[in-house]
């Protein structure tokens, strides 16, 4: 998926897909199967809601849960530091409180959800269901492998019943005005054309050895502790690495197919197209000014005739002339990312595109070309170029994977009962040595390192591993520490304390720092004359001739798209779309001044009946997201919850 993502980064389709991603994220950590009042639970109370115990295992399952998501997403660019930076600890708890949260609010409501109910929504759960009809025999599998009685999972799905009536309970409580959808018209279908210069934030520098002794005397006395050395340790640890256990492990037939008939959900493959096409957009010219709404509605109309009349006229070109589909998507197509590859989208799975594009595949053989098909895109030729049916991995093809999941999962048990072993053993002496001498696993220790600076060879960044280190005592041992890739024993075993340097120490770093400030200072001083002098002369090209740049033109974009030749930048848009044909500004953005002018103006003109319609219920929806979320804020904010941090 990330090289289909990489390969039509600035494509339409692209958007389609994040969306599938961002829904999926969403039905994992909020709705996730079998976290719904498991009696059994336990394992320590790490926070209450209202009295409400929440349990460690339940807290622990959701996060494994959300840990698999990212790691079936990002396969191996997940890392242990997209744990940290995504703070992925705090969004598990999180989701669970608000689950409470929702279910209490559920029951003042009164809302109810009866058995039939529960019932048809396990029916419509993909994973349950062979020949798209739920299958037993797949329900029973997944409930034994995750443990669950039929009654806690039905249970846990009766919660997520509830808790999706009681949100929608909050969003029906939106409304959309008539001005807020004349809003949302314009925002999509307004468009700006602009001409603009880029200067680097860099264009004017202070070299560091201009910075005078005083100045940076000046600077080192404001900002002491700016400089300040912090803290250092020195760990003494055994690291314990499944994989250097693999190969020892044995798996048997019974267990492979065990393992198979449990988790078949995992080996389900969605139906896959492979597919061109040759895109004509609905380009509409610019109205004049005082065109009536008629007029206006008339050329949008004209617009879409011209569209699907050259999509019809290339495919009698194709079919009665022989033309190649390929070349004329090269020639023609307005989606210049695919046109250049003879209108080639790839392979990608049911619900990547959009439904009007994907029924017109599904009614396609491999080799056929569509009648006109039209899209919020424009009008499509699409071409069927291969086809693979949905279907279930037979064990066969998949023995490989299964045996080397299960050979992962079995080194990671051992090599936790081992770290086990190890601790208890060194736990009364504190001896590490002599304790891991015993499995023959080395005791290792690590160069000085700091909270801030702490990416050592053979750790990595695990923020597991340096949080507990600078939790320790001197020559304390550390409890065991499992995480995702290894497990680890540790003891400080040496400190050096923060300290204030002198000058002469950090003269180098002061100098280039007070560098950067000037050059910043210098940097802004130079931009505010260059917007003063453009708004006198608005000569944007006769402005970047004087400083050796090139002022740029863009085609016309909308406040919803990226502007071609600078990217999704929200600010330049923003301000662009402020301002009158002709006015200039300037925009300071990612390390970078744009000095920006409307070169020209599209108005968006009234919505019709149809346009309305769908502007308004993606406007409700937009507000019913804001409206549920703050809903859940000041829910959250009156509610009584206490949170054991220390578990976390």
């Known amino acids: 998926m990330l090289n289909l993502v990489r390969k039509h980064a600035d494509s339409w389709l692209i958007k389609s897909i994040l969306w599938t991603i961002v829904f999926a994220f969403i039905g994992t950590i909020f709705y996730s199967w079998g976290m719904g009042g498991s009696a059994k639970l336990s394992g320590g109370v790490i926070a209450t809601v209202e009295g409400v115990k929440i349990n460690y295992n339940e807290y622990d399952a959701t996060f494994k849960n959300l840990l698999e998501f990212y790691r079936e997403q990002f396969k191996n660019q997940f890392s242990e530091e997209m744990v940290r930076r995504l703070d992925l600890k705090t969004v598990a708890l999180d989701a669970i409180i608000q689950k409470k949260l929702l279910l209490m609010e559920a029951k003042k409501e009164n809302i109810h959800v009866g058995d039939e109910e529960v019932a048809a929504r396990i029916k419509t759960i993909s994973a349950f269901q062979k020949n798209q009809k739920f299958n037993q025999e797949t329900y029973k599998n997944f409930l034994k492998f995750k443990h669950l009685t039929p009654f806690e999972f039905e249970e846990s799905q009766r919660e997520t019943l509830m808790m999706e009536k009681m949100e929608q309970l909050i969003r029906d409580n939106v409304k959309v005005s008539p001005e807020e959808i004349v809003e949302g018209f314009k925002k999509e279908e307004e468009k700006t054309k602009l001409e603009y210069v880029v200067l680097p934030g860099d264009l004017f520098r202070v070299a560091a050895q201009n910075v005078s002794q005083e100045e940076k005397k000046s600077y080192y006395e404001k900002n002491k502790l700016q400089f300040e050395v912090p803290e250092n340790i020195r760990v003494e640890y055994v690291k314990l690495d499944p994989r250097d256990y693999e190969s020892g492990i044995e798996i048997n037939d019974e267990e492979i197919q065990e393992y198979y008939k449990e988790q078949i959900a995992k080996f389900r493959v969605e139906k896959h197209y492979r597919a061109s096409h040759v895109l004509f957009r609905i380009d509409p010219p610019k109205p004049e000014e005082n065109a009536s709404e008629e007029e206006k509605k008339n050329l949008l109309a004209d617009a ?105 999962n079995k080194a990671k048990q051992k090599v936790r009962r081992m770290v086990k072993q190890i601790f208890r053993a060194a736990q009364g002496s504190g001896d590490l040595n002599k304790a891991s001498a015993e499995h023959q696993i080395p005791v290792k220790k690590t160069e000085y390192f700091s909270a801030a600076n702490h990416n050592l060879a053979d750790i990595g960044t695990v923020p597991e591993f340096y949080n507990l280190a600078f939790s320790l005592k001197d020559n304390e041992l550390g409890p065991p520490l499992n995480t995702t890739e290894a497990s680890y024993l540790m003891k400080i075993v040496e400190r050096k304390p923060a300290y204030v340097p002198e000058l002469a120490e950090v003269e180098k770093n002061v100098e280039e720092t007070v560098a950067r400030e000037k050059s910043k200072t210098l940097t802004a001083e130079k931009f505010k004359e260059f917007e003063k002098q453009l708004a006198s002369d608005a000569d944007l090209e006769k402005f970047a001739k004087t400083q050796n740049l090139s002022a740029k033109l863009t085609p016309f974009f909308g406040l919803e798209d990226s502007i071609p030749g600078i990217g999704n930048n929200q600010e330049i848009k923003e301000q662009a779309f402020k301002l009158k044909k002709g006015e200039t500004a300037g925009v300071w953005s990612r390390n970078k001044f744009y000095l920006i002018k409307v070169a020209d103006k599209q108005a968006a003109g009234d919505p019709n009946e149809e346009q309305t319609k769908r502007i308004q219920k993606h406007l409700k929806k937009e507000k019913g997201d804001v409206y549920f979320q703050e809903w859940l804020k000041n829910l959250r904010e009156k509610a009584d919850i206490k949170i054991d941090r220390t578990l976390l």
């Open 304 to 408: 879409e005739k011209a569209a699907k009349a050259k999509a019809e006229d290339v495919l009698k070109k194709v079919r009665e002339e022989g033309a190649s589909f390929e070349e004329m998507a090269k020639q023609l197509s307005d989606d210049k990312v695919s046109g250049a590859q003879g209108g080639d989208l790839g392979e990608f799975p049911r619900g990547t595109m959009v439904p009007e594009f994907e029924a017109a595949l599904d009614k396609l053989k491999p080799g056929e070309i569509s009648q006109p098909v039209l899209t919020p895109f424009g009008y499509h030729l699409v071409k069927l170029t291969g086809q693979k049916d949905e279907r279930i991995k037979p064990l066969s093809e998949v023995t490989e994977s299964v045996t080397r999941s299960l050979k992962e």
